[in-house]
């Protein structure tokens, strides 16, 4: 297995190249599946309040002896927490249900602008990165517009963004947004779930050509792409391939036929960060 490289983020901290979603997690199981991916070799740990497992999370840091700052510990602040001394009291609960002194990232998970408390969400993040109890802080699903609003009102840019990215849906607006801004593209659902394109001509072959399956061209995919995916699997087998994308490499026209499978309508669920309204 090929080490996970890193990538500088633009507040002088690093990210791994690919991460594990710990949605749906939960229970004795679900702590088994992330106790087993770390094992595996991820060293980026994605959850978040409403995902229900935080705690689960944390119990699967402990047992895996790790030291701490070898992992990077994410979670998500939900739309019901925007203000200001909800956000400040829910960074502390997730603290508290992980067990952990600090997370290494914390997130905005969804912009809900038609309540319209983000940027207010996003200043009490920023107060409690200078506190020490969040390292890095970002967003999710924020577009172009948030991303200018909170960076106009606080001077602050956010590490990442995590978006809807996969190969029917590749963000690339959204993308080039990013990197103009410095902010490094997280990719949520990156396998697109149960519409994954498996069998889309231009994975297939790939995967034909470079002797792997085609969640591993899909993985390799985003990274040529400079995102990083988030894939989920409760699976040993599976967390081990979804890992083991950094030993091959896709050609041009390769990254190209996949990025042209996206639709215009190819969300997964509709969740637009325009209408989307996140409890």
Known sequence: MASIPTYPLNDGTTLPAIGFGTYPLTGEEGI?????????????????????????????????????????????LPGRHHANGDAVASVRGSLERLGL?????????????????????????????????????????????????????????????QIELHPYFPQAEMRAVNERLGIRTESWSPLGKRQAPFTEEPVA????????????????????????????????????QNLDVFGFELTDDEVAAISALGRPDGRLFGGDPETHEEQ
């Open 205 to 240: 072959s790939a995967a034909e050509r470079h002797g792997v399956t085609p969640g591993q061209v899909i993985l390799r995919w985003h990274v040529q792409l400079g995102a990083v995916p988030i894939p989920k699997s409760a699976t040993p087998e599976r967390q081990r």
């Open 101 to 161: 002194d600090h997370l290494d990232l914390h997130l905005i998970h969804w912009p809900n602008p038609r309540v319209g408390r983000f940027p207010e969400a996003w200043r009490a993040l920023v107060d409690l990165q200078k506190e020490g109890l969040v390292r890095s802080v970002g967003v999710s699903n924020f577009t172009e517009e948030h991303l200018a609003r909170i960076i106009d009102e606080t001077g602050v840019t956010p590490v990442v963004n």
């Open 32 to 76: 088994e599946a992330i106790t087993s991916a770390v094992a595996t070799g991820y060293r980026l740990l994605d959850t978040a309040v409403n995902y229900g497992n935080e705690e689960e999370v944390g119990e699967a840091i402990r047992r895996s002896g790790l030291p701490r700052d070898e992992l990077t510990v994410a979670s998500k």
